[in-house]
Antibody
Framework: EVQLVESGGGLVKPGGSLRLSCAAS????????MNWVRQAPGKGLEWVSS????????YYADSVKGRFTISRDNAKNSLYLQMNSLRAEDTAVYYC????????????????WGQGTLVTVSS | DIQMTQSPSSLSASVGDRVTITCRAS??????LNWYQQKPGKAPKLLIY???SLQSGVPSRFSGSGSGTDFTLTISSLQPEDFATYYC??????????FGPGTKVDIK
């Protein structure tokens, strides 16, 4: 069974940093591209970042470019999101999600999602 | 960047109703359009991908159509478990995956 479990969320002050993790199991993690998607309280879904299976391709939304860094450790079956210079508008539930087709990143849907981890940026 | 819009933003319907939700892209995205269902406090669930392909395990009352800029999600006979928010997502762009603003389906 495919499982994605996020962790690392919490309360952080504006300007602070936080590192999110996503532990994957039930599939060959190193073969799949992964993504972070966030959802502010009461709002819609916002794609944040994507990383290909070998980390060769990485993309960011303009809203986080230069502040967030996506990475992965295929040996540990883990995906990460390093978030720096956090702002109030970064407050959201952060989901990790898998791209549906092995070895592909672009033009694919997200077929499995974690339960999310809440990040609150407030003084 | 490709922008996605959905209509309506919300609708009220009864069990057994046929429900149609529309998604429009700001430019042609061929058939690279996906639909997700999200219930309160839960992660999104993939329903339809590539505009009209039903994800494994999703009931056949859900269907998708369209290509280019205009797409439709149809629920042929609304069931109690279908009350949720529905999002479209374009995966045409090679570097950005844009979601629509969502359509909330609630009980009339």
């Amino acid at each position: 069974e495919v499982q994605l479990v996020e962790s690392g969320g919490g309360l952080v002050k504006p300007g602070g940093s936080l590192r999110l993790s996503c532990a994957a199991s039930g599939f060959t993690f190193s073969s799949y591209s992964m993504n972070w998607v966030r959802q502010a309280p009461g709002k819609g879904l916002e794609w944040v970042s994507s990383i290909s299976s070998s980390s060769s391709y990485i993309y960011y939304a303009d809203s986080v470019k230069g502040r967030f860094t996506i990475s992965r450790d295929n040996a540990k079956n883990s995906l990460y999101l390093q978030m720096n210079s956090l702002r109030a508008e970064d407050t959201a539930v952060y989901y990790c999600a898998r791209v549906m087709v092995e070895k592909w990143l672009v033009r694919q849907p997200f077929d499995y999602w974690g339960q999310g981890t809440l990040v609150t940026v407030s003084s | 960047d490709i922008q996605m819009t959905q209509s309506p933003s919300s609708l009220s319907a009864s069990v057994g109703d046929r429900v149609t939700i529309t998604c429009r892209a700001s430019q042609s995205i061929s058939s690279y359009l996906n639909w997700y269902q999200q219930k309160p406090g839960k992660a999104p669930k993939l329903l339809i991908y590539a505009a009209s392909s039903l994800q494994s395990g999703v009931p056949s009352r859900f269907s998708g159509s369209g290509s280019g800029t205009d797409f439709t999600l149809t629920i042929s006979s609304l069931q109690p478990e279908d009350f949720a928010t529905y999002y479209c997502q374009q995966s045409y762009s090679t570097s950005i995956f844009t979601f629509g603003p969502g359509t909330k389906v609630d009980i009339k």
